[in-house]
C-alpha cells in the first residue's frame, strides 16, 4: 500500500515520542527512588554486620563502617552464643527430611487419585487438603499434650513428624492437578506391556513431574526453615531447636549483647533462604505461579 | 458386523450382571492399591493434623484442672468467659485493625507498584528489590525491624538528623504505635508479593479490548476502571482472602517484634491465644481461642469458595 509520507504531522510523532520518553525517565527516577526506600532496612543490615558494638552505638546507623574487621568477631559470637550451628544442623535435617517426605508422600497419593479407578476419588482428596483449612493455632495446644504422651516432646523425631504432616496437603493439590493434565497414553501402553502400577509411579509418572516436586519441595523446605511457631512449642531444647527459634531466643535473651551481633546473627540465619532464591528463582517464581492457581 | 451388533452379542455371551461383577471387582481390588498408594499422607494428615482439631474442639469444652488435668465438661463456659476478659477485647480491636490494614496497604501498594512497573524497561531489578523481603522469614524480618525501631534505632536517629533534634519515640514500647509499626513491617515485607501475583494477573489480561477501547477514545483512568480492573477481579479477590488471612493469623512479626517481653500484651487473637495456653496455662480457655480463630478462618474460606465459583461463572 503506498502512500503519501506527506501527510503525516512528523511534528506531532516527534512530540509524542518526547513526551513518551520523558514520561519514561521521570518514571525511572520515581521507581529508584521507591526502591531505595524498600532497601534501606537491608542497608542498615549489611553494614551493621561490619561494625563493633561501640562503633554501632558511637557512628549514625547508615553510616558506612570504619573497617570490615568486626564481621569476623561478630559471626563467631553470634555463632558461638547463639548457639547456631546446632539449630542449623536441626533446621537443615528438619527441611531437607521433611519436605522430601512430604512431597514424595504427596506425589503417592496423587498418583492414587490421579491414576487409579477408586470410589469417592475427590473425597480421598479433600481429607488430605483439608490439612491446609485449619489454622495453626488449633494444632498447638493438642500436639503438645498429645507429644508430651507420646514423649515426642523436644525429640528430633517428633519435630520430624510434625514438618512431614503439616507440608502433605499442599503438594497434594500442586501434584494432583499436574498429574491429571499428564497424558495418558503412556501409562496405559505401559499397562499393556504388562507394567503393574508401582512400575508405572515410579518409571513413567514420576520421571515427569520431577519439575513440578521440586518446585513445591523448595516452597516446603522454606516454610520449614522459617517455622519459629512449632520449634516454640514442640521443640524447644537446645538440641531440637530451629534456627529462627534459636533467632528468637538470641534476640530475647541476648539483648544486652549488641544489635551488630544479633543482626548478624539474624542474616545468618536467612542466609540459606537467600541463597536458594537467588539460585533458583525460576523454580520459586513458578512454585508463586502453582500457589496461585 | 458392526459396532452396536457386536456389543450385543458380547452382552448376550456374558450377561451384564457379569460385566458390572468384575467392574466392581477390579475397583476394589484398585481401592486395596490406591490405599497403599495414599496410606502414608492419610495417616500424617489424619493422626497429626486432622485428629488434633478434633482433641482441640473437644477440649474448648472441657475446664482444666491443675493436678487431674481435662476432662471434666464445662459446655460453653470457656466461650462465655471471652468478652469479660479486657485482654480479649483488645486483643479482637487489634486483630481487626490488623485484617483491615493487611487487606488494604499491601495491596494499594501492590498494585499501583504492578500498574507502574508493568511497562517499565528494566523494572526486572526493582521487582526483585521489591520481592526479596517476602523471601526472609517474619522472625528475621522481625528482629531487623526491632532495632529499626529501637530508641536508639535506625527511624529515630533518622527522625533526629532530618528533625535537628533527638527523637527517643519507643516505637515498640507504647500501646498506640506499636500496632502501626509492626503493620508498617507487615507491608514491607508483604507487598511485593502481592505485587508479583497481581503482575501474573495483569499479563494473562488480553489486549484486544484494552486497544479496542483506547482507538475509541477511552482516556487511561477509563481504560484501568472498565477494562483492566474488571478483567483483574479474579487475581484480587484471591490476593484479599491470602491477606485476610495474613492479617487474621498473624503471629511471628507480633511475637518477635511486641510481644516477647515479661507481662502480656494483647496484640492479636493469635498472640493472646498463644499466651493463655502456654504462659498462663489456661488450656482449655486458649483451645477455645483457638476454635474461634479456627471458625473465623474457615468462613473467610467459604465465602472465598462462594465468590470464586460466581467469578468463574462472570468470566466464562
Keep these: ?293 | 458386523m458392526d459396532r452396536a451388533a457386536k456389543d450385543k452379542a458380547l452382552l448376550d455371551r456374558i450377561g451384564i450382571d457379569q460385566i458390572a461383577r468384575n467392574a466392581r471387582a477390579r475397583r476394589r481390588g484398585q481401592l486395596g492399591l490406591a490405599l497403599v498408594f495414599m496410606s502414608p499422607a492419610l495417616i500424617l494428615v489424619v493422626g497429626v493434623l486432622l485428629v488434633p482439631v478434633l482433641f482441640n474442639i473437644w477440649l474448648s469444652f472441657t475446664k482444666w484442672k491443675k493436678f487431674t488435668g481435662f476432662g471434666e465438661y464445662a459446655g460453653f463456659a470457656n466461650y462465655e468467659r471471652m468478652p469479660g476478659n479486657p485482654f480479649f477485647n483488645e486483643a479482637l480491636i487489634n486483630t481487626a485493625i490488623w485484617v483491615g490494614a493487611s487487606v488494604v496497604f499491601p495491596i494499594a501498594l501492590g498494585l499501583g507498584m504492578a500498574m507502574f512497573f508493568r511497562n517499565l524497561r528494566g523494572a526486572e531489578t526493582f521487582k526483585n528489590i521489591i520481592f526479596i523481603p517476602r523471601i526472609l522469614a517474619p522472625t528475621a524480618v522481625g528482629v531487623l525491624w526491632f532495632y529499626v525501631y529501637a530508641p536508639d534505632g535506625l527511624l529515630n536517629r533518622g527522625l533526629g538528623l532530618v528533625s535537628g533534634r533527638d527523637v527517643d519515640i519507643g516505637w515498640l514500647y507504647s500501646d498506640a504505635t506499636v500496632t502501626p509499626a509492626i503493620i508498617a513491617t507487615f507491608v514491607w515485607q508483604t507487598a511485593g508479593l502481592v505485587m508479583v501475583l497481581l503482575l501474573l494477573g495483569l499479563a494473562a489480561i488480553p489486549k484486544d479490548p484494552i486497544e479496542a477501547a483506547h482507538i475509541d477514545g477511552a482516556n487511561r483512568w477509563q481504560i484501568f476502571r472498565y477494562i483492566t480492573l474488571p478483567l483483574l477481579m479474579p487475581t484480587l479477590l484471591m490476593v484479599t482472602i491470602l491477606s485476610v488471612l495474613a492479617g487474621f493469623t498473624v503471629f511471628d512479626l507480633l511475637w518477635v517484634m511486641g510481644a516477647n517481653y515479661p507481662g502480656q500484651r494483647s496484640l492479636a487473637l493469635a498472640v493472646f491465644m498463644y499466651f493463655e495456653a502456654f504462659q498462663k496455662g489456661s488450656w482449655a480457655f486458649g483451645s477455645a481461642v483457638a476454635v474461634i480463630i479456627g471458625l473465623v478462618v474457615l468462613c473467610v474460606t467459604w465465602v472465598q469458595t462462594v465468590l470464586q465459583g460466581r467469578v468463574d461463572r462472570m468470566t466464562r
Excluded at chain 1, 496405559?188 to 513445591?216: C, H, K, Q, Y
Aim: glycine content about 6%; some cysteine.
Design chain 1, 1 to 293: 500500500m503506498a502512500f503519501d509520507i506527506s501527510t503525516l504531522d512528523l511534528d506531532a510523532i516527534e512530540r509524542r515520542e518526547a513526551a513518551k520518553h520523558k514520561g519514561s525517565t521521570l518514571k525511572l527516577f520515581a521507581a529508584i527512588g521507591f526502591a531505595l526506600l524498600w532497601i534501606v532496612p537491608f542497608y542498615f543490615l549489611a553494614i551493621s554486620i561490619f561494625k563493633s558494638s561501640n562503633e554501632y552505638s558511637r557512628n549514625p546507623p547508615l553510616a558506612l563502617p570504619e573497617g570490615i574487621a568486626p564481621l569476623w568477631d561478630n559471626v563467631t559470637r553470634a555463632w558461638e552464643l547463639g548457639s547456631m550451628g546446632q539449630a542449623m544442623m536441626n533446621s537443615a535435617f528438619y527441611g531437607t527430611v521433611g519436605a522430601s517426605l512430604a512431597v514424595f508422600f504427596a506425589a503417592m497419593a496423587a498418583f492414587a487419585i490421579t491414576r487409579l479407578d477408586i470410589p469417592f476419588r475427590n473425597g480421598w482428596f479433600m481429607l488430605i487438603f483439608a490439612g491446609t483449612v485449619f489454622p495453626f493455632q488449633m494444632y498447638l495446644i493438642p500436639l503438645f499434650f498429645g507429644y508430651q504422651k507420646l514423649g515426642l516432646l523436644n525429640s528430633h523425631m517428633g519435630m520430624l513428624l510434625f514438618y512431614t504432616a503439616i507440608c502433605v496437603p499442599f503438594p497434594t493439590l500442586v501434584l494432583r492437578n499436574f498429574m491429571s493434565g499428564l497424558s495418558r497414553e503412556m501409562d496405559e501402553a505401559a499397562r499393556m506391556d504388562g507394567a503393574n502400577e508401582f512400575t508405572v509411579f515410579f518409571r513413567i509418572i514420576l520421571p515427569n513431574t520431577i519439575g513440578p516436586m521440586t518446585a513445591v519441595f523448595l516452597l516446603q523446605f522454606t516454610w520449614i526453615w522459617n517455622d519459629m511457631l512449632f520449634s516454640t512449642v514442640l521443640g524447644n531444647r537446645l538440641e531440637t531447636r530451629s534456627i529462627m527459634n534459636a533467632l528468637l531466643v538470641f534476640q530475647g535473651s541476648y539483648s544486652s549483647i549488641g544489635p551488630n551481633i544479633v543482626l548478624t546473627a539474624a542474616l545468618l540465619a536467612s542466609l540459606p533462604s537467600i541463597v536458594l532464591f537467588f539460585l533458583l528463582r525460576r523454580h520459586f517464581m513458578q512454585g508463586l505461579q502453582v500457589q496461585q492457581s
